[in-house]
Nanobody, 122 residues
């Protein structure tokens, strides 16, 4: 059951930017790990970025490093993903997730959003 709510997806041209946001119900504890994952048609869900809530430690997939930035959102209990210099291969459904382990394995995350579509095309 989805308990996180993503927003901010859409269509953009290559080289453009989008900002995704994820809202969690209630407080996000400092020990929590918030992550962004994505899934393209016919492919497995893959890790994009993580943030350890309290210390704001971050981790990025090599494919997005230097282009995407995960951060605590302006509103309480939100996490954002700023995506710059978007490429066609970034096209996917993007999911927000919450867990307790510092891991890129999506199976370890027990709370998910419904996903938001990001399409990068001319």
């Amino acid at each position: 059951q989805a308990q996180l709510v993503e927003s901010g997806g859409g269509s953009v041209q290559p080289g453009g930017s989008l900002r995704l946001s994820c809202a969690a119900p209630g407080r996000i504890f400092s020990s929590a790990v918030m992550g962004w994952f994505r899934q393209a048609p016919g492919k497995e869900r893959e890790f994009v970025a993580l943030i350890r809530w309290g210390v704001q430690r971050t981790l990025y997939a090599d494919s997005v490093k230097g282009r995407f930035t995960i951060s605590r959102g302006d509103a309480a209990n939100t996490v954002s993903l700023q995506m710059d210099a978007l490429k066609a291969e970034d096209t996917a459904v993007y999911y927000c997730a919450r867990g307790s382990q510092w891991t890129t394995d999506h199976l370890a995350y027990n709370t998910w959003g419904q996903g938001t579509q990001v399409t990068v095309a001319p």
